[in-house]
């Protein structure tokens, strides 16, 4: 009997292969616009479900999909999984013997491939790409994309030749696939890789399911400590440092706390840092402490949270950072702390570099961005999808929305806080600046003659956490300015505060970290002891067999199909593949054994009732 789904052929292969019942978003239109040879720009979030786009028209066109992918890391991963579903998958790189390269060439001449998974470099070998005249091909899938771009965060050089693919092979459609989507990255793909006749997709970069928080930063890493305790206790994570000595120091500290942390930075030792990934993508609840050199290709479901000890390079850098947690969609945590410093050791980096100025200028707008976003006044996700020119509505899930803050009339200590900078010459920074108002005779303030400023002393009666969340508006508002030494000094938007003439309303510091990140649903709640029982087996289970099949264990189901299994109960194979995420293979290898694993656990049930 064939249900309607079986007539459409890009349906039958979701559901029988990949085991999902229906496309989500932009899928469906997208495959079937590559399937009908069209060219596609694919722009989704992290987890939006890029892979389906080109992996379903790969297996309905005539012949092999080539996928270029810029880590891999992601290729040995995306080719395990495919393998896991049936799908005759493989990848072509640097890690490759010769001979079992060669043999991949020769199923691909064969026409034995679904997915051919290939690095830019590998691809780009006239070797490579006289094969792929030789043999039938179905498309060519452009991975991150963005990689074209010099702007962005993952510029590689290789990407820029990839128009060569257009030149040589102009029947063959192409699909190119980023989450970056602020508007500069885009019309760079579409130069860069001769997409000008391609269609676009946009898919929503809303990732409800990740609640976003920044706190002011007071001691960093007791900060991150309490909020991985509180939070996430025995969760995966990443936690993002700028410098490698700090990710060192962070990974080290919370291992002294009894977390379980590695650390990455590109100046690891490969293997070291090829040991740790694996350690971090096979393992359960590993925190992975990290430079930004960590992350692309990672495709972990299960990275609950996603914690910043520094700045990120920009609002892009921090979205795609923050878009590996919840892939899987259950509830995950962007977690930030932030501060003055922080915002001038940036600004220093810009001014400092050797770039030029044209760079330069991107550079501090894109800064501009971040610290609009650090410091916004209301919800955060308005802040972030209006940056990809996005519209939406207050969320309810971000610190914002869900503990407002409080703001208060600071128009004097603003013209204090103003007058001060003024008084000392312009080109102190946050710290003495703080002393004078709050009257500490430092010895630099001594040795200044600040002491003898009309506005020392001037402002006792406000905590010096508000000064320096005050300063830090002020700079935000584009109030004060940071020259290249970190010292502020004034702008010309300071000026209607300063004379009284406009007001300025500040966000009062709290007391305590906002409470309202505590109702996040850290783990996956149970309604009975029972249910909890029953869920262990089901990893149990998997874990057994991830074991046996050497995979990761999101690879055998993931948390989302296991708890299906436990919601639905399923006593026949048949209602074992109803379940979203049981495709036809994966019903084969593992279904009767998690279908044993919940008959055994109802029987048990029912004679535990029957007593
Ligand atoms: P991206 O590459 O955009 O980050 P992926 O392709 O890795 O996202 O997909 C993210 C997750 O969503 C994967 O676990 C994938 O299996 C799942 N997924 C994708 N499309 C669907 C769908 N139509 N129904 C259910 N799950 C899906
Ligand atoms: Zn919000």
């Not at 780009?124 to 702007?151: K, M, T, Y």
């Not at 740790?276 to 990672?298: E, K, L, S, Y």
């Not at 894109?366 to 999808?385: F, H, M, Q, T």
Request: glycine share 8%.
């Amino acid at each position: 009997m064939n249900s309607p789904e079986e007539l459409d052929p890009a349906l039958s292969a979701l559901r029988h292969t990949f085991g999902y019942t229906a496309f989500r978003g932009e899928q469906a239109s997208v495959v079937s616009h590559v399937l009908q040879g069209g060219d596609a720009l694919v722009l989704m979030p992290t987890g939006g479900g890029k892979s389906l786009c080109f992996q379903i028209p790969a297996l309905l066109r005539d012949g092999c999909g080539i996928v270029v992918s810029p880590l891999i890391a992601l290729m040995q991963d995306q080719v395990q999984a495919l393998r896991q579903l049936g799908v005759r998958a493989a990848y072509l790189n640097s890690t490759l013997e010769a001979v079992e390269a060669s043999t991949i060439e020769r199923q691909l001449l064969a026409g034995e491939l679904d997915l051919l998974y290939v690095s830019p470099e590998r691809l780009l070998n006239p070797r490579c790409l006289g094969l792929i005249e030789s043999s039938q091909i179905a498309l060519f899938a452009i991975d991150e994309a963005h990689c074209v771009s010099q702007w962005g965060h993952d510029f590689r050089p290789e990407y820029r030749q990839l128009t060569v693919l257009h030149e040589r092979f102009p029947q063959i459609p192409r699909i190119a696939l980023t989450a970056t989507a602020d508007e500069a990255t885009r019309a760079e793909i579409i130069e860069r890789l001769a997409l000008e006749e391609a269609r676009v997709f946009i898919s929503s970069f809303d990732r409800p399911n990740i609640r976003y928080t920044v706190v002011e930063k007071d001691n960093a890493r007791r900060q991150l400590l309490k909020f991985i305790r509180t939070h996430h206790d025995g969760d995966a994570g990443i936690v993002y440092c700028l410098s490698r000595k700090k990710v060192e120091d962070t990974a080290a500290w919370l291992c002294s706390e009894a977390i379980q942390a590695l650390p990455y930075h590109a100046g690891l030792d490969a293997s070291v840092r090829a040991d740790h990934q694996t350690r971090f993508v096979r393992g359960d609840g590993i925190v992975m402490v990290a430079t930004v050199a960590f992350g692309m290709g990672i495709d972990k479901p299960d990275v609950r949270f996603v914690a910043h000890l520094d700045l990120p390079k920009s609002l892009e850098a921090y979205y795609q950072e923050t878009g590996r947690a919840g892939r899987d969609g259950l509830p995950s945590n962007a977690w930030m702390a932030y501060g003055l410093q922080d915002m001038v050791l940036q600004r220093e980096m810009i001014e400092q570099s050797q770039a030029p100025d044209e760079v330069k200028r991107v550079e501090r707008r894109k800064l501009d961005a971040l610290l609009g976003y650090a410091e916004a006044p209301a919800c955060r996700r308005e802040v972030l999808l209006r940056y990809f020119g996005e519209a939406s509505a207050p969320c309810g899930n971000c610190d914002m929305c869900l503990a407002p803050p409080e703001t208060f009339d600071a128009s004097l200590p603003a013209q204090q806080a103003l007058s001060t900078v003024y008084r000392s010459g312009q080109r102190y920074g946050a710290g003495h600046l703080i002393d004078i108002i709050l009257g500490r005779a430092s010895a630099k303030v001594k040795e200044r003659g600040h002491d003898q400023l009309s506005t020392f002393g001037i402002g006792k009666s406000l905590p010096e956490a508000q000064w320096s969340s005050l300063l830090r508006q002020l700079v935000a508002q584009g109030l004060l300015g940071v020259n290249e030494h970190g010292g502020l000094m004034l702008l010309e938007g300071c000026r209607g505060v300063l004379r009284g003439e406009t007001g300025f309303q500040a966000r009062r510091v709290r007391a305590a970290a906002p409470k309202a990140a505590a109702s996040v649903r850290r783990e996956i709640e149970f309604e009975s002891d029972e249910a909890r029982a029953l869920w262990a087996a089901l990893r149990q289970c998997r874990r057994d067999l991830a074991e046996e099949q050497n995979v990761p264990a999101y690879m055998i189901f993931g948390d989302a199909t296991l708890m299906q299994m436990l919601e639905h109960r399923p006593m026949s194979l048949n209602a074992m593949h109803q379940l979203s995420g049981v495709g036809d293979r994966k019903l084969d290898a593992y279904g009767m054994r998690f279908l044993e694993v919940v008959q055994q656990h109802q029987r048990r049930q029912t004679l535990g009732n029957a007593e």
